[in-house]
């Protein structure tokens, strides 16, 4: 019910962040206005704000093509094409008449987004139908943005749009106008057709989709050993345990891989969902912002420091997850929005920055549910957020090469093999469903009661029947309880005695753990074994039971 409530609280914010960002992005840029700027002054600024950084060309945005007064460019990443489209007619018949010309030419072109400057709130609705079935973006003349079938599509193009149109009016209240002209654009045509010809690709992180498949691979290795693992109830606690989860006794001890395989390991398989879509979200354009090589960094950092804070706060607890490296890439884009004015292109559109303030919120109060790492997600977001100050900026031409890839997967698999797979060769995470060996003794005078290897054993005593309990902690399912009575005078008073240890069974129903029992008599005392295992461990659980019976002595 939890993990559910926690879903849909992740679907209802996301939902209205991008409500938010629509709303945040439609404000008015009163600038624009009071200077006067025409449509084709404006579109020639943007051009200038789209292409050119800090006072040099991107590299990762290139002019594809010049037709009278609309304008193509392309940028790498989700934005892909948008077509830059000044009212020169303020709104007349021979703009409606243009905009279809356009949309009729981008019809058997590959998909793009024909921004509209100009031409006032009125002309927008016709504006609209003219570029049907197109995305559109239409710039009215206060500067304020609408948007016409947009749908749950990326918003990377609105918010491109949005900086440079930030841009353009911070430099109009300072006094200043960087443009572009369209002839000077026209030179900047590429001439290499091929590579530019074919449709772009959305950007795939390889760091980011080797992080994505070894979680998943992880979670299947779970589930092999137990199908407890997609539920995430039952033996799932000892399964994560034993293949490398958080838990400062074991690291103590001397099992720091822990610390490296905890990441990658998640409690169900809802818990895998929610963790694997907010690494890809997140991870992708961080990764095309920094560089495969360097996000693995990043990555690596905030792993470390979330688990290490995991370890500090929490004494008994076993913790798992990808979620605090997620909460270190949050980190880092925080402060990328923020501070790192070389690595996000600035001014950054404050719909940019409403969304990350709300998902922090929202972040912030999922921390808050029991069970939730908190420790583990504020040491994640701190270390990611610190290790963003020292992060350069990708090279402009990207990272290539399938030597370079395939070092990084390695990298990847590696990680993997020293956290996940070190600890589970060690702790045998194959046999942690398995009936646990039985080759130790506890006694109880002249009784001698036999216990799993490696059990630690609890007595307590209530009148004249005493209590043993025999458990590994969280590295095994099966919990162990002798109920000894004190020596009888006969037979018959022991059986009397066996009869009260436990009263009449109460069906238990849906529930992921089972009880099973023993009742017998042993050197004239009353005796009862209750084994309490997972309702998916029965058959193993009922092994138990019977070994530990007939080793009594």
């Known amino acids: 019910m939890l993990s559910l409530f926690v879903v849909l609280a992740l679907l209802a914010t996301g939902l209205g962040i991008r409500a938010l960002s629509r709303v945040a992005g439609s404000r008015a840029r009163p600038i624009l206005q009071q200077t006067g700027i025409t449509p084709g002054r404006l579109s020639e600024g943007l051009l200038h704000a789209l292409i050119a950084d800090r006072g040099y060309l991107r590299g990762d945005t290139r002019i594809e093509k010049v037709e009278g007064s609309a304008i193509t460019i392309v940028r790498d990443g989700a934005c892909g094409r948008l077509v830059l489209y000044p009212v020169a007619g303020f709104g007349r018949e021979a703009d409606l008449q243009g905009l279809k010309a356009l949309a009729a030419r981008s019809e058997s072109s590959p998909p793009s987004t024909i921004v509209v400057i100009g031409g006032g709130a009125a002309f927008g609705k016709t504006a609209a139908r003219a570029t049907a079935p197109r995305r559109t973006l239409l710039i009215d003349d206060d500067g304020r943005i609408r948007e016409v079938r947009g749908g749950f599509r990326t918003a990377a193009p609105r918010l491109v749009i949005e900086n440079a149109l930030d841009r353009v009016a911070e430099e109009l209240k300072d006094g200043a106008f960087s443009s572009l002209d369209p002839e000077i654009a026209r ?3 590429s001439s290499a057709p091929e590579p530019f010809a074919k449709p772009d690709r959305p950007f795939r992180g390889v ?34 345990y034993r293949m490398g989860a958080i838990h400062q ?8 891989q822990r610390l490296i395989a905890a990441p990658f390991l998640h409690f169900g398989l809802i818990h895998l969902g929610m963790n694997g879509w907010a690494q890809w979200t997140l991870g992708t354009p961080i990764e095309f912002l920094l560089g495969s090589r360097r996000f693995l960094a990043l990555w690596l950092g905030s792993a470390l420091g979330a688990s290490l804070t995991s370890l500090v706060f929490n004494e008994t607890s076993v913790a798992a997850g990808a979620s605090g490296a997620i909460f270190g890439l949050l980190g880092a884009f925080t402060t990328f929005v923020f501070f790192r004015k070389d690595v996000l292109p600035q001014p950054v559109p404050r719909s940019l920055r409403n969304g990350v303030l709300a998902t922090l919120l929202l972040n912030l109060g999922i921390s808050f549910i029991p069970s939730i790492d908190m420790a583990a997600h504020a040491g994640g977001f701190l270390t990611g957020g610190l290790l963003a100050f020292g992060l350069a900026r990708r090279r402009p031409k ?9 070092q990084l997967r390695l990298a990847v698999a590696g990680l993997v093999l020293l956290g996940v797979g070190l600890t589970s060769a060690q702790d045998r995470a194959d046999l942690t469903v398995k009936a646990p060996e039985v080759e130790s003794e506890y006694r109880i005078r002249e009784l001698v009661l036999p216990i799993p290897k490696d059990y630690s054993v609890v007595e307590a005593r209530t009148g004249e029947v005493t209590t043993v309990e025999a458990d590994r902690g969280p590295a095994a399912p099966f919990l162990v309880t002798f109920k000894v009575s004190d020596p009888q005078a006969d037979r018959q008073a022991a059986l009397h005695i066996l009869r009260s240890l436990r009263p009449s069974p109460v069906p238990v129903k849906d529930t992921d753990w089972i009880a099973l029992s023993q009742l017998g008599v042993q050197n004239l005392r009353a005796i009862e074994i209750i084994v309490v295992a997972p309702a998916s461990c029965r058959p193993e659980a009922e092994k138990l039971v019977s070994e530990l019976a007939r080793k009594i002595r």
């Open 187 to 189: 030179s900047l045509v």
């Open 207 to 240: 760091v980011t989709s080797a992080l994505s498949l070894a979680i998943v691979l992880c979670f299947l290795g779970e589930v092999v050993i137990s199908r407890d693992a997609l539920s995430g109830e039952g033996a799932t606690l000892s399964i994560v």
């Open 398 to 406: 990207l990272e290539s090469g399938s030597a370079g890839s395939t």
């Open 249 to 256: 006794p074991a690291i103590l001890a001397g099992g720091w």
